[in-house]
């Protein structure tokens, strides 16, 4: 190679083919694309706090009866300026990969508009991911989670949001492949369960109704359950299923108290398939491996959170 | 929640082994334990434990307090207070700084009560029944 370099010290001034550019054209040129990346880069500036959100909407927002509650909350949002990119989920939405893409562009805080059935759907998948979850909870009905997460329904919530109290909550990891927030339940079947590989514990030959607690009581027994969703262990809860008048009657009720066991890790094991209920979607499992995450679920909860 | 098992301490239970159901293997709690099931292997807790009528346990025992109505076949050794009721049944060695057995109650077995919070100590490192398979 020969040495060919400019000899000029700014390339600013110097073209592609290293020739000199003097004329008042080339030189207007460069002002405007100075101007344009000076004003790009205040755009992007701007532009960084709104992007840092993202809002999921459940689709059930479109009915009629929710969408003013939904614009009054958009107008709420832009008063807190905190509004961000809305992405409105479909059947087909993958909340996974649509997150992670979101993330890969700048998100920061992904916030659930919906219902307990909207959260679970999303956070089931992406529990895992470092970004902090916000809840926006919509009508009426099926918004349990948000009592316990001190979130006010409806557009009381995005001062919840805009408050931006974090709290770092446990989640349950179910065969390795998906997460689990408010409680797990087998309606009844016989089991042996094996509490952080030291111990197992079998029922007997009754079949047996088994719940994991988290953020929400399982349904049966509810006055008894502890939630307590940061202490870096769960609480698995069994007790005899209900059986016949006949069988009640020569057993007695005595047998029918709920035994109750903290663990890390939990393995429940069936000869036969189980049915599996998680955060509302019920699956069938031969054996059910759950471990608890401490600790890494970030989520923004109000004052009056239950736990 | 207002419902929950509170023992005399006042603390909340944390483990229920219920009436139907069997645990096996090295069964450790840093809270209050309940049984009224059956456990075998080992039991150990740092708080209280609760044996009830009816409940059977075939294991060493390590608890901070202990109260037995049920069976024990195993040591036990208990930091400050055991109590048996009338329908307790244990057979073993016991090794505890208070005991309060109501007539009825069933000990068989050798009695340790060591006053000293240093002899307790220096005990429960080198001649601790935790190495010892139950009924030796």
């Given amino acids: ?126 529990a895992d991911l470092d970004v902090t979850f916000g809840f926006l909870p919509i009508g009426q009905k099926k918004n349990y989670l948000a009592k316990i997460l ?37 309606p009844g079947a016989r089991v042996k369960i094996t509490c952080d590989r030291s111990f197992t514990v ?27 969703p940061q202490d870096g262990q769960m609480e698995v809860y069994f007790q005899p299923a209900e059986r016949g008048l006949l069988s009640r009657m020569v057993k007695g009720r005595g047998s029918k108290i709920t035994s109750m066991f903290p663990f890390q890790h939990l393995l429940i094991t069936s000869d036969k398939i189980i049915t599996v209920l998680a955060d509302g979607k019920e699956t069938q499992e031969s054996a059910v491996e759950i471990e608890v995450s401490k600790k890494k679920l970030k989520m923004v909860v109000g004052k009056g959170r239950q736990f | 929640m207002s419902d929950k098992k509170t023992l005399p301490g006042g603390d909340e239970v944390e483990t229920i082994v219920g009436p139907s159901v069997k645990v096996e293997g090295e069964f450790v709690s840093e809270g209050n334990i309940v049984i009224e099931g059956q456990v075998s292997g080992t039991v150990k807790t740092a708080k209280h434990l609760r044996v009830e009528e009816g409940a059977k346990i075939n294991a ?26 009338p329908t307790a049944k244990i057979y073993g060695d016991v090794e505890t700084k208070t005991i309060i057995v109501a007539a009825g109650a069933i000990l068989h077995g050798r009695c340790l009560m060591d006053e000293s919070e240093k002899g307790r100590k220096v005990k429960g490192k080198n001649e601790g029944y935790d190495e010892q398979t139950p009924n030796s």
């Fill in chain 1, 150 to 186: 001190g979130i006010p329904l409806n557009e009381k919530s995005v001062e919840v949001l805009a408050a931006r109290k974090v709290e770092k909550i446990d989640y349950g990891i179910i065969n390795k492949n998906r997460f689990f927030l408010s409680y797990l339940y087998v």
């Fill in chain 2, 60 to 85: 060493n025992v390590g608890a901070e307090s202990a109260l037995v109505s049920g069976e024990v076949h195993g040591n036990m050794k208990i930091n400050s207070t055991l109590e048996m009721t």
């Fill in chain 1, 202 to 228: 079998s029922p007997g030959r009754d079949k047996f109704e088994i719940a994991v607690a988290n953020l929400l009581p399982p349904p049966f027994e509810s006055d008894k359950f502890v939630l307590k």
């Fill in chain 1, 1 to 126: 190679m020969t040495n060919k370099r400019p000899t000029l010290k700014t390339p600013k001034s110097v073209g592609r083919s290293g020739e000199v550019e003097k004329s008042p054209v080339a030189i207007k040129r460069k002002l405007y694309q100075l101007v344009a990346r000076e004003a790009n880069r205040r755009s992007d500036v701007n532009r960084t706090p709104k992007e840092s959100y993202l809002y999921l909407y459940d689709a059930y927002l479109k009915e009629r009866p929710f969408q003013s509650i939904v614009s009054i909350i958009e107008t709420r949002l832009g008063d807190f300026e905190i509004v961000g990119k809305i992405v409105r989920l479909s059947t087909f939405t993958n909340p996974r990969i649509l997150v992670e893409d979101e993330m890969r562009h700048g998100v920061k805080n992904v916030v659930i508009v919906g219902n307990d059935d909207t959260l679970a759907r999303i956070l089931t998948r992406t």
